[in-house]
């Protein structure tokens, strides 16, 4: 298991350095110049020449790629150019907001996608099952940002229960997360009855009603603890990538997470800042990916993590 641990380890390190270098030339490359973002309108050649030696933005990419690489390794990331503070800190700021949202969303879609994916798998082929999958392909084919509005305009607009748009109180949350949510319940919902439907048909569930065993039993017991892997597997990458930032939904409520930090950043060439969104949630991400290997083991006692082991 240390083993394993290690070798994961050693291969997360050299993806998000890969994928910080890849963002850290592509942002170069694009067209467009920070130092006209900061300058005065009428700024002259001189003055554009000085905002970029200001920035360090002066050199070749090679040599700019070498003076990140080096302030990489102190654990400095540079200064942000429109929050006039270190990046680094300007992101850690702003990944709890993130983490709250995309750990409630998850929350909330197990405890919807599980329940309602079982009972669409024990009622499959029926006229119930069709009009929930309906259902689901409905949510799943809105589009997020719709979504938001029409759970904006109801319920803070026609019946103001709940804030619009940031996060002073829990009751804010709850939008944004719904908002969220509602593709992801979709997504796995159909996920767990495709899953579950395989092995309620399976000879085993038969041999065991043979013997008298109930079917809540059966279904809680056996059916979903040998479905459970992939839809683990599913969660797991749903909240890797909600902790990138849910951009369209933190920009339509106005949350104080790491997607609308992303847009600014983009919006003002920040490079600095850029960079240390995306080191900070490409190492959360392959985080997440290596704690979802982790518990393989702790659900099903047939899978060894290191080995190729037939399921």
Known sequence: MTRYILKRLGQSALVVMLTVSTVFV????????????????????????????ELGLDGSILSQYLTF???LFTGDMGTSYSFRAPAFDVVLDRVPYTLTLASASVLLTALIALPLGIWMASRADTARETGANI?????????????????????????????SSGFT???????????????QIALISRLVRREMVGNLNSHYLTVARAHGFGERRL????????????????????FAAMLNGVVVVEVVFSWPGV?????????????PLIQATVLVTAALAVLVQLLI???????????RLGKATAR
């Open 26 to 53: 592509l942002i170069r490359m694009a067209p467009g110049d920070p130092a006209a973002a900061f300058a005065a309108p009428n700024a002259s050649s001189e003055d554009l020449a000085a905002i970029r030696t």
């Open 69 to 71: 690489l080096g302030q």
């Open 135 to 163: 259902a689901t392909v409905a949510a799943q084919s809105m589009p997020e940002f719709w979504s938001g509005i029409m759970l904006l305009t109801v319920f803070s607009v026609l019946v103001p229960v709940l804030p």
């Open 169 to 183: 109180t829990w009751a804010g949350l709850v939008l944004p997360a719904v908002t969220v949510a509602l593709l």
């Open 219 to 238: 279904i809680w017991g056996y059916a979903l603890s040998n479905s459970i892997i992939p839809v683990i597997t599913a969660l797991g990458t749903r």
């Open 259 to 271: 997607g609308s930090l992303v847009v600014r950043a983009l919006e003002t060439r920040d490079y």
């Open 293 to 303: 290997d982790l518990l393989y083991p702790l659900l099903d006692p047939r899978v």
